[in-house]
């Protein structure tokens, strides 16, 4: 029941998100149907349909998990973006750096890169709340624009191969590459770019939820969340709770840098990010904040990234912008549940307790 | 001897570079470049002086944007262009409001989804509509508006000031954002002067856009914005959530861009390369965290920013 209950909400979410949706394909004169056939269709053909979405769903698995620890403390992290950005710099220029080490070493470098500079980039934000209380979401907005000039700042004038016309860095030694899961699976071709990365991301999932329901530290962390005096009365402390999740917070984005740089383009290309950073943010929403959640919900939005190719070929007029709107729309009705909450009360389907 | 005055010019050439930049084009393009930024931060101060945080400013710039090009181009007259993209913002803000105010859903949380709705409405609508992959057509010189935004964007400080401080609605707005549950003992609607201020946000955001659609540019390209709404948020923590001093702040970082622009190719660092113009572009946010943690001078919102009033029964 209680199953039941977590998960109803964002299916209504997501029902009512794909009605609102079918209108915009309505108004510009395309059938809903035919396109959310194409939408979701593609991304179940076997192996090119399942290994895209299951790519896709890699950096939102990581995004959709740090905003998830950040939320259970009681922080919104708008700064996935900004983390990510500054993480895949770091491991790109590990990766260039120290190009000449052997692989069992220069791995597990790039690792720590990834994850150091993720989680720093988020600790500024939560250093500024804990010591100075200055609104961690204002400050997360402004490191994500001073990520992404810093990064093209030294992507242009420091890490580019002389004549390059686009926005990259030289690649990374070859031993920084991590195998792509076509190389495991039999039938499974090695040019769909699923790799290493995305066991990580499902690791992630599973450590995450040890560390909140499993350990002291997140009992702590959980505790702060949802009642901070009482927490402090608790002795908890608050400043250190919020350096904490923040921390664990951007280590997980930062994760996104692996996927990227190590198991996809082997180098780092400035602007890659689609978004991922805030698509982390619903992801999470939908996903309740729990991991389990949160891998599902990453899983419907690689859906729909990856059906938004075929929408965009083979419709009239339907463009993937239509997966913006659904995702934007998923979100608007996740947050504001009492909009059907008035709806499924009259009908007595469910009596919840009051929050 | 400043940084940027060595390199391959010398005597007159550096002096003649210099005048180059701080000249009164430079003057009219701060002027310019502040506008957008002062109407999107306005709208931003009603928002957040009610109580309701608003970062979808991007998303209402954006939608103002599209609309004010669409219509002008198809109408061929930019007061209704104009008219239009402020519609939009109000419309697009109405959503903020029922969600946020009605629906006590999370302020950060909706300005999120709507920025990202706000990408892809523009595009989707200018695919059916124009064919294109999110540009409008262009329009034509003469039905561009370039200056009317400008004054009305400076005249809409001291009538913003002038509302908050000097009339009843602005003492209604300010308590409602301090303290909700006085302002209702004392008899203020906390809901109506919320949704007030939410949508009177999206009316000058929206306008903000359209100006950057026709009046600065001619046409809407994709996400045109590239960041406008989050700097207008910016400018209304420097200026402390003050008509003035926000202006003032637009001002500062319209003068930024301004520079960013004017400088390229123009001075050259001693090593002969162009000045990085990511260190001027990050000007704005590390002003704002600066500010925010106290450093220069304390910026405190309002105190029930941000958070749902529950009446009570």
């Known amino acids: ?355 | 001897m400043a940084p940027w005055t060595g390199s391959g010019c010398s005597g007159a050439r550096k002096c003649d570079a210099l005048s180059e930049i701080f000249s009164t084009q430079l003057f009219w393009s701060t002027i310019r470049l502040s506008t957008p930024l002062i109407l999107a931060a306005l709208g931003g101060l009603f928002s957040e002086r009610s109580g309701v945080i608003n970062i979808a400013l991007e998303g209402m710039m954006l939608a103002g944007a599209f609309t004010a090009a669409s219509v002008t181009w198809a109408a061929g007259n930019p007061w209704l262009g104009l008219g239009a993209g402020a519609a939009a913002g109000l419309a697009i803000a109405s959503i903020h409001a029922v969600a946020c105010i009605r629906y006590k859903a999370d302020q950060v949380v909706t300005g999120t989804a709507i920025n990202i709705l706000m990408i892809g409405i523009p595009g989707f609508l200018s695919g059916a509509l124009f064919l294109s992959s999110g540009s409008t057509p262009q329009i034509p010189k003469e039905q561009l508006i370039p200056w009317t935004p400008i004054v009305l964007a400076f005249a809409a400080v001291p009538a913003t000031w002038y509302s908050l401080y000097r009339t009843p609605f602005g003492l209604r707005l300010r308590s409602v954002g301090e303290n909700p549950e006085a302002a209702d003992a004392a008899g203020v609607n906390v809901a109506q002067v919320r949704y007030t201020g939410v949508l009177l946000s999206g009316v000058l955001a929206g306008m903000g856009g359209s100006y950057l659609s026709i009046g600065q540019s001619s046409l809407f390209t994709r996400n045109m914005t590239s960041g406008r709404g989050f700097i207008a948020l910016a400018a209304l923590i420097f200026g402390k959530w003050r008509p003035v001093q926000t202006m003032l702040a637009c001002l500062f970082f319209g003068f930024t861009e301004a520079v960013t622009i004017q400088m390229q190719g123009v001075v050259k660092l001693p090593s002969g390369e162009d000045i990085p113009v990511q260190f001027i572009q990050m000007v704005p946010y590390v002003l704002t965290i600066v500010v925010l943690a106290g450093f220069i001078g304390y910026s405190r919102p309002p105190r029930a920013l941000g958070r749902p009033y529950e009446k009570e029964r």
């Open chain 1, 1 to 355: 029941m209680r199953l039941l209950r977590e998960l109803l909400f964002p299916a209504i979410a997501v029902l009512a998100a794909f009605v609102v949706g079918g209108i915009f394909v309505l108004i510009v004169g395309d059938s809903p149907i035919e396109t959310y056939r194409l939408l979701i269709g593609s991304a179940l053909w076997w192996p090119d349909g399942i290994g895209y979405t299951l790519f896709y769903a890699t950096p939102l698995i990581f995004t959709g998990l740090a905003v998830a620890v950040a939320f259970r403390a009681g922080l919104l992290n708008i700064g996935a973006e900004g983390q990510l950005y500054v993480a895949a710099f770091a491991t790109a220029w590990t990766g260039i750096t120290f190009a000449r080490l052997p692989a069992p070493l220069l791995i597990p470098l790039c690792f720590v890169a990834a994850i150091a500079a993720g989680s720093f980039w988020a600790v500024i934000p939560g250093v500024l709340k804990a010591r100075f209380g200055s609104h961690e979401v204002i400050n997360t907005i402004m490191m994500n624009f001073i990520a992404v000039a810093l990064v093209s700042y030294f992507t242009q004038y420091h890490y580019r191969t002389p004549g390059d016309p686009i926005m990259e860095s030289a690649p990374i030694g070859a031993n920084a590459h991590i195998a792509r899961l076509g190389r495991f699976l039999p039938g499974f071709p090695e040019r769909i770019p699923l790799n290493l990365a995305f066991l990580l991301a499902l690791l992630a999932c599973a450590l995450v939820y040890v560390f909140l329901w499993r350990t002291k530290w997140g009992y702590e962390l959980r505790a702060t969340g949802t009642n901070p005096s009482a927490a402090e009365y608790g002795g908890i402390s608050i400043r250190r709770q919020i350096v904490v999740a923040m921390a664990i917070s951007g280590a997980l984005a930062g994760c996104v840098g692996i996927n990227e740089v190590l198991g996809y383009r082997h180098l780092y290309y400035d602007g890659f990010s689609d978004n991922y950073g805030f698509t982390g943010i619903a992801v999470a929403l939908l996903g309740r904040n729990h991991p389990v959640g949160v891998l599902l919900a990453a899983l419907l939005f690689a859906v729909l990234t990856r059906g938004g190719i075929p929408v965009d070929a083979f419709t009239e007029h339907v463009t993937k912008d239509i997966v913006q709107i659904l995702q934007a729309t998923i979100i608007l009705f996740v947050a504001a549940e009492g909009f059907f909450r008035g709806a499924v009360d009259r009908f007595g389907l469910l009596r919840r307790p009051k929050v």
